[in-house]
């Protein structure tokens, strides 16, 4: 069992900042990779981030290349991702995930909501 529990969202102005923190829990599971999704309004969930937990590696979508950055904690077990230079476009439902790679999507957060504006 994976419990992953995101925070750190919130409401910021254009070009502000944020860090979106994700705390995992884990029992008897395993996972390979983590990462972050999100979901706006009227459109598909998509990949923002990846990393690969053995090596560390990571993926970013070209849409925010630069400008979000990962990162983790191993002695708290979280996964964090810094997102800079924000755009009104950037305004989602961010989710957590981990999983089998490349697919990261085994395990899901509750999400937290990023707002631009």
């Known amino acids: 069992h994976v419990q992953l529990v995101e925070s750190g969202g919130g409401s910021v102005q254009v070009g502000g900042s944020l860090r979106l923190s994700c705390a995992a829990s884990v029992i008897g599971d395993t996972y390979n990779c983590m990462g972050w999704f999100r979901q706006a309004p009227g459109k598909e969930r998509e990949g923002v981030a990846m990393?690969?937990?053995?090596?560390?590696?990571?993926y970013y979508v070209d849409s925010v290349q630069g400008r979000f950055t990962l990162s983790q904690d191993d002695s708290k077990n979280t996964l964090y991702l810094q997102t800079n230079s924000l755009k009104p476009e950037d305004t989602a439902m961010y989710y957590c995930?981990?999983?089998?790679?490349?697919?990261?999507?085994?395990?899901w957060g509750q999400g937290t909501q990023v707002t631009v504006s």
């Open positions: 990393i690969y937990m053995i090596g560390g590696s990571t």
């Open positions: 995930a981990a999983g089998r790679c490349p697919d990261t999507n085994d395990y």
